[in-house]
């Protein structure tokens, strides 16, 4: 169908609700997936069906093609546990890109990942890069697609099942640029903002509490209230937050003691492309020694055996991270409480060949932490990429769940009139009629009463005037979005680290609009053997940080090439994009009418 380009919109979307699959899947733990669809055969309506984590910093989409390893038990079932779905009636072993009418090949790329850490054990996978339809939700006529995309296969052990991007970093390929599919999403007005809600869903509470993810707006059911944190600048998007402490609190019935791992905070990443959580290596050490961890070196986990895991359900301790927009202390945080049960992972096939149970920490070197998907099991993520912050709340488990209560985030550039800040809105404007009919019932008592002493009083007798005045301020709410940004925003990142000189954050004016566009990641085309060319402060999909450095040369074959650092523009002129169209002219999916939020 033919859509409208934001600029000519006549009507503000609505946020689109992406619905989890109904499963826990993976191999590294049981976690809330989501189905996307890749390809085209030609009839419009015959894309490939992907079981997907969510990665708040990748920006392409990743999808298992076929692998010699994968093989336990058989490959069909190997292929299925990676989130492969069948297709056209049959198992298939991965992503069919021949199948596709719409697949455009560029080329075998690295993934880039940080080479100063245990990321994966394969320290230099790469994957096979090209073009196709992206859409959303299992392959039908109702799902919304996005032609030309940047697809990645992947086959290497590390990432067993794919991953959905929400990052908004375009990727460059050689010369031409490529928008994100959130980017194109709300580009052509299927979204109401740059923005999202999203919780990773956790198996262990209310008998399996599923992911939940809205894109231009977030569930405020799923959540309570957080703190507001801004973006390191106008040009780097990463989720950095201040850790400004990390505490172990045993069941006071097994241990009164309440252990501090942290003499002083600092800045970690919020990423849920992989569950770790890579932690100073003191960090690590403690936690080791109250939950009686084995560390493997062979696979970079650390272990739990069944004595230590008895101890630990007795134990019965939580660990809670307080974030804020610095490491530094300070009143404006929020505590996120993980339960023991948030750690308790099995490893399988092919980490281990048989079910482990292990704990999700790494030990990262100093500048390279990061805060994995188990975190996001117990926080709620509601990112605004157009005003340059985001918020991390505690999520909500109480159970029964609430009904889901979607609420709209509007871009700054198509507020609707009644959330223009030029005057009040809804909430302010009812709190001021009350207030004004108090006023007039306050005067009106004081006229019956002056009224009566005149009566009553002999007429010589001087009645005392009253005074009366205008009470309270006004009072205006706002919406998450839209609070107030603090002074003092979290580093860069450098080459130095992820994060950069960590002792002297740099002082920026608040971000409420995001001025400038985001680097451009960019495919880039030396061979794998040039190690030269590699960037060691980057992250997945270019989200550690901006490389000053513009990497030459072009796509050339089918070679080894690497994935750079993100450096560009935030739209190349001259790429064009296919307009969104849904299978077999479906129409737009309804979603619940909100109104604007206040808080």
């Known amino acids: 169908m033919s859509l409208i380009r934001r600029a000519e919109a006549t009507t503000i979307p609505l946020p689109y609700v992406f619905p989890p699959s109904g499963s826990f899947d993976g191999n590294d733990g049981a976690w809330s997936t989501f189905i996307i669809n890749i390809g085209d055969s030609g009839n419009g309506h015959s894309g490939q069906d992907f079981k997907v984590f969510i990665s708040t910093s990748g920006s392409v989409p990743l999808i298992p093609i076929q692998a010699s390893w994968c093989d336990e038990p058989d490959q069909l079932t190997c292929a299925k546990s990676r989130g492969v779905q069948p297709y056209q009636g049959n198992q298939d072993l991965g992503f069919q890109s021949s199948a596709s009418s719409s697949w455009k090949q560029y080329g075998i790329y690295n993934l880039n990942l940080p080479t100063n850490v245990n990321y994966l054990s394969d320290s230099q996978p790469n994957a096979s890069y090209g073009l196709d339809t992206v859409g959303l939700g299992a392959d039908s006529s109702a799902s919304p697609q996005i032609a030309s995309q940047l697809v990645a296969g992947i086959t290497t052990e590390g ?25 194109v999403f709300n580009t052509y007005n299927n979204t109401p903002s740059l923005s999202y809600g999203y919780t990773a869903g956790a198996q262990y509470h209310n008998k399996g509490v599923l992911g939940n993810l809205i894109l231009g707006g977030y569930d ?27 505490v172990v609190t045993p069941d006071k019935n097994f241990d009164t003691n309440v252990y501090s791992l942290t003499s002083e905070g600092f800045y970690a990443l919020i990423d849920s492309t992989l569950p770790y959580l890579w932690l100073p290596q003191s960090v690590c050490d403690s936690l080791a020694n109250i939950f009686q961890l084995t560390y493997d070196s062979k696979t970079f986990l650390y272990t739990v055996n069944d004595t230590s895991h008895t101890r630990n359900l007795k134990q019965n301790a939580t660990i809670s991270f307080k974030i804020g927009n610095t490491a530094n202390p300070s009143n404006d945080f929020t505590s996120i409480v993980l339960p023991y049960a948030a750690f308790d992972l099995q490893a399988s096939f092919p980490i281990y060949d048989n079910a482990t ?49 979607i609420v709209t985030i509007y871009s700054p550039k198509h507020l609707p009139p009644q959330s223009k800040h030029s005057g009040p809105n809804t909430r302010a404007i009812a709190g001021i009629a009350v207030g004004a009919t108090i006023f ?80 451009v990641l960019e495919l ?76």
Not at 163 to 174: K, N
Not at 553 to 573: I, T, W, Y
């Open 220 to 246: 405020q059911s799923r959540f309570t209230s957080g703190v507001q944190i801004s973006m390191p600048d106008q040009r780097n998007s990463s989720l950095v937050v201040g850790v400004q402490s990390i």
């Open 440 to 519: 007039v019932l306050i005067l009106l008592l004081a006229a019956f009463l002056l009224w009566r002493n005149r009566r009553e009083r002999p007429k010589e007798e001087k009645v005392l005037e009253i005074d009366s005045a205008a009470a309270g301020p006004d009072v205006k709410a706002h919406r998450i979005s839209e609070l107030a940004t603090p002074n003092l925003p979290p580093p860069r990142f450098s080459s130095q680290g992820y994060f950069g000189d960590q002792a002297k954050p740099p002082l920026v004016e608040p971000i409420l609009e995001m001025e400038s566009p985001p680097a």
């Open 524 to 599: 880039e085309s030396p061979p794998l053997s040039d190690a030269s060319r590699r960037s060691d402060g980057q992250y997945f999909d270019g989200h550690f940080g901006s490389d000053e450095e513009r990497m030459e040369g072009r796509l050339a074959g089918v070679g080894v090439h690497e994935l750079p650092g993100d450096d560009s523009m935030f739209q190349v002129q001259g790429q064009h994009f296919e307009p969104i169209v849904r299978r077999s002219g479906a129409s737009p999916q309804e979603s619940p009418r909100t109104e604007d939020p206040g808080h």
């Open 357 to 405: 149970r292990y704990f999700p920490i790494k030990p990262s070197p100093p500048g390279y932490y990061v805060l994995g998907r188990t975190f996001l099991q117990e926080a709620y993520l509601v990112v605004d990429y157009e005003r340059g912050n985001f918020t991390v709340a505690p999520a909500n488990f109480s159970d029964p769940l609430p009904s889901s209560h």
């Open 159 to 183: 990432f067993f099942m794919g991953t959905f991007g929400l990052s908004t970093a375009p990727t460059s390929l050689g010369s031409s640029g490529i928008d994100t599919f959130l980017t």
